[in-house]
Nanobody
Framework: QVQLIESGGGLVQAGGSLRLSCAAS????????MAWFRQAPGKEREFVAT????????YYQDSVKGRFTISRDNAKNTVDLQMNSLQPEDTAVYYC?????????????????WGQGTQVTVSS
């Protein structure tokens, strides 16, 4: 069982930055692929970024490439999402998720554990 708690959301103006953090319980954090998804009002939950167990491999949704950076600290059981050059279309609830077998998947159904989400609002 893995429990995930996100933090760092908030309100920011377009062009600004936010850093989301996800803290995970458990002593085997480094055996889980981690990812961030987001869900805007009235839309499906969509993939944002994923990071491998070692942290050496990352993958991003095209719309966030070059603006967002996912990272993890296996010693601290955390995964972060640095978001720069934020735009109003980035407004959503952002979710951290984990799975031992997802292996870089971009499909929400492949992730077993989910946090409660943190709201990110970007004003124009």
């Amino acid at each position: 069982q893995v429990q995930l708690i996100e933090s760092g959301g908030g309100l920011v103006q377009a062009g600004g930055s936010l850093r989301l953090s996800c803290a995970a319980s458990g002593r085997i954090f480094n055996t889980y692929t981690m990812a961030w998804f987001r869900q805007a009002p009235g839309k499906e939950r969509e993939f944002v970024a994923t990071i491998s167990r070692s942290g050496l491999t990352t993958y991003y949704q095209d719309s966030v490439k070059g603006r967002f950076t996912i990272s993890r600290d296996n010693a601290k059981n955390t995964v972060d999402l640095q978001m720069n050059s934020l735009q109003p279309e980035d407004t959503a609830v952002y979710y951290c998720c984990a799975d031992r077998y997802a292996l870089g998947s971009t499909k929400k159904g492949d992730y077993e554990y989910w946090g409660q989400g943190t709201q990110v609002t970007v004003s124009s």
